[in-house]
T-cell receptor, first 117, second 112 residues
Framework: DTAVSQTPKYLVTQMGNDKSIKCEQN?????MYWYKQDSKKFLKIMFS???????INETVPNRFSPKSPDKAHLNLHINSLELGDSAVYFC????????????????FGNGTRLTVT | QKEVEQDPGPLSVPEGAIVSLNCTYS??????FMWYRQYSRKGPELLMY????GNKEDGRFTAQVDKSSKYISLFIRDSQPSDSATYLC????????????FGRGTSLIVHP
């Protein structure tokens, strides 16, 4: 019973296309995140939502647009895909707000491997 | 200089060896220190979590934090082939935002 699930697992597409990645968590957590892991394995935060509200928006091109229909779901839409967008995108969740009283750890999904050709 | 430095490896050891994985950092505000394990084609999973300095032990794993040197370590005793994975250190400050800063991970290979 997967706690944080992402679809699709693999996504191969051409430059200029628009694509979406979906994420769902069944942990009852309040906060969800999108991370990007590049070819050198660096994990960098992109966005975070707490109870459907955007709380973190790192320096990410505005071609990337997250959407959170409810606190259990966080989707990522990418417009006009570029070669440099190729990476593994991880969704994660945590119990609490990242600026709250508790430092609750992150629970990651298994990633979506995006290849732009 | 990146905030968190971690040697990417790979580190190859025989089964049964004691493994030492390390990270250095530059931000003295970091108070929470974590180790995540990431198997190939999987997401990172939390392995160890410590606050401030000291040691924490969990089975074959020991996490050690030396804040004076800005150096953290993860020791794995009696390493097993199933320990083969990438180990990422992560750390965050106390107060403000707890969003962790990750190291790039060390690839560990334990061969039978």
């Amino acid at each position: 019973d997967t706690a944080v699930s992402q679809t699709p697992k693999y996504l191969v597409t051409q430059m200029g296309n628009d694509k979406s990645i979906k994420c769902e968590q069944n942990l009852g957590h309040d906060t969800m995140y999108w991370y990007k892991q590049d070819s050198k394995k660096f994990l960098k935060i992109m966005f975070s939502y707490n109870n459907k509200e955007l709380i973190i928006n790192e320096t990410v091109p505005n071609r990337f647009s997250p959407k959170s229909p409810d606190k259990a779901h966080l989707n990522l839409h990418i417009n006009s895909l570029e070669l440099g967008d190729s990476a593994v995108y991880f969704c994660a969740s945590s119990q609490d707000h990242p600026s709250g009283a508790n430092n609750s750890p992150l629970h990651f999904g298994n990633g979506t491997r995006l290849t732009v050709t | 200089q990146k905030e968190v430095e971690q040697d990417p490896g790979p580190l190859s050891v025989p089964e049964g060896a004691i493994v030492s994985l390390n990270c250095t950092y530059s931000n003295s505000a970091f108070q929470y220190f974590m180790w995540y394990r990431q198997y190939s084609r999987k997401g990172p999973e939390l392995l160890m979590y410590t606050y401030s300095s000291g040691n924490k032990e969990d089975g074959r794993f020991t996490a050690q934090v030396d804040k004076s040197s800005k150096y953290i370590s993860l020791f794995i005793r009696d390493s097993q082939p199933s320990d083969s994975a990438t180990y990422l250190c992560a750390m965050s400050p106390s107060g403000g935002s707890y969003i962790p800063t990750f190291g790039r991970g060390t690839s560990l290979i334990v061969h039978p």
